[in-house]
Structures are given as structure tokens and as C-alpha cells.
């Protein structure tokens, strides 16, 4: 199983959840929320061999962290992985959408110069913004679109554009979100949890609690859970093939 978005250091423990992670054999992208914590994550997970860590600047943080540009830059080269970046276009968030946007620009540039990179992105109430940005800079990686919750119109766009998508519980306990998910091709859907910040019944969600997704688009695509699973592993080959990075075993 494979929690493609999920905030390891922001557990209560998270030594306890790395254990249980190997215990079960999960695959895990652990995004960061500022560049500062990218080192602190890498020694943490240490060689565990089935997380990897990604270096992002979630865009709530941009406001008071954007300084960290120039170190989230500096260490697109030492991984595969970009995430949590993207914008975020809520009222409470729209005084840095500016400088959001400049940041996402120069992320995505430095994600090209790389030779591109797996990035998870965040698009809450901002869809046609982020895919703006990433219809600007080819060759930037593959870009997966974490919760996506825009209207139909972008969910159309970011298909046609190739976008991947990363889909957990929380976002499909709202109609709305299963909808979306149904309209998502599954050859481009991996699980995530978003925990813990993503949550369900006010308990964060566990990487292991990607299991609940992979029933619940089990029920959306009218296949069998096996066969999710099937999928979502032969998924998670070719988005590492488009990286050259080995699979883990
Ligand atoms: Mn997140």
C-alpha cells in the first residue's frame, strides 16, 4: 500500500509510526510543510527503505517562510521529491497569494532544472491558478494534485494536462470529493492520507489507514479491492520509472 501524501513529522511520535510503517510494508512520500525540516525528516527516517522524503513550503506558511526559498531550492537536487508545495486561494490566505505565486514559480523552475521532480501539490480553492503555473513550465516532473477539490471544468483541464492525483479518506467523506474521484482516470490515482492533518471521525488518519481508501474507490470504480490495489502498485512503477528511481522492494 502506498500513502502518497503525509506529514510523518507532525505525528505525536513519529518513530512509532516509521516502525509500523516498515512492520507493514508501506510506501510512503513524507512532505514537509518548510525546507528547515526537509534535513530533520531525512535524518529521522534514516534508512528505512520505503519513505521517501520530500522538501516543499506549504503555501499557508509562504507569508512568514518565503526567506526559505533559497534552501528549498538548494536541496531540489539532493531528492526525487517536491511536496507540500502550491497555492492556497482562501480568503485567509489571498494577502500572499502574490507572493504564492512567485514561489510556486520558482520552485517549479528549479524542479525543471533538476531534470524534474514528483511534486504534491496543494490547489484548495486556487485549481486554475496551479495549473496555470504548471502549464507555464514544462518539464518540470510530474506534478500530483493532493485532495483536489476543484469544479469539473479543472478537474478536465488537469487531466488533459496529464496531472496525477492523490486521494485519501478525508477527502472522500464529502459527496463532492467522491465525485471528483470518480471522474479521475485510475490509471493516475494514488492513495494518500494527508495525516494528520487528514482526518476522519476526528481521529487523524495513520499511513496504514490508506487501506480505507483503496475500499472506499474500490466501491467508486465497482471493482474489487484487490484490484485497486493492483492498480495503484502499477501506478506507483511508472510514476517512479518517470523519476529513474528504482522500486522499493
Ligand atoms: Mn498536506
Request: with cysteine; aromatic share 6%.
Amino acid at each position: 500500500m502506498i500513502d502518497a501524501h503525509c506529514h510523518l513529522d507532525l505525528y505525536q511520535n513519529p518513530a512509532n509510526v516509521i516502525r509500523e510503517i516498515e512492520h507493514q510494508g508501506l510506501y510512503v512520500i513524507a512532505v514537509t510543510t518548510t525546507p528547515k525540516a526537509f534535513e530533520g525528516n531525512l535524518r529521522f527516517v534514516g534508512s528505512s527503505k520505503r519513505i521517501r522524503v520530500a522538501v516543499g513550503l506549504h503555501p499557508e506558511l509562504v507569508k512568514d517562510r518565503a526567506c526559505e526559498i533559497d534552501l528549498l531550492c538548494s536541496s531540489i537536487p539532493n531528492t526525487k521529491y517536491v511536496g507540500e508545495v502550491g497555492l492556497d486561494g482562501r480568503s485567509e490566505y489571498k494577502a500572499s497569494f502574490g507572493l504564492q505565486k512567485e514561489i510556486l514559480r520558482t520552485v517549479f523552475s528549479a524542479c525543471l532544472d533538476a531534470g524534474g521532480r514528483i511534486i504534491s501539490i496543494h490547489s484548495r480553492s486556487a485549481a486554475s491558478a496551479v495549473l496555470d503555473e504548471i502549464e507555464r513550465m514544462p518539464g518540470l516532473g510530474q506534478p500530483i494534485l493532493h485532495w483536489f477539490s476543484g469544479t469539473d471544468r479543472e478537474l478536465d483541464r488537469a487531466i488533459n494536462m496529464g496531472c496525477w492525483f492523490s486521494v485519501g479518506s478525508a477527502m472522500l467523506t464529502t459527496k463532492r470529493g467522491i465525485v471528483i474521484a470518480s471522474k479521475m482516470p485510475i490509471d493516475r490515482i494514488l492513495t494518500e492520507t494527508d495525516g494528520p492533518f487528514g482526518m476522519v471521525n476526528r481521529r487523524p488518519l495513520m499511513p496504514w489507514d490508506v487501506k480505507r481508501s483503496v475500499n472506499e474507490l474500490a466501491v467508486i470504480f465497482n471493482i474489487s479491492a484487490y484490484e485497486v490495489e493492483k492498480h495503484i502498485y502499477k501506478n506507483l512503477r511508472s510514476l517512479l520509472e518517470c523519476v529513474s528511481e528504482p522500486l522499493p522492494p
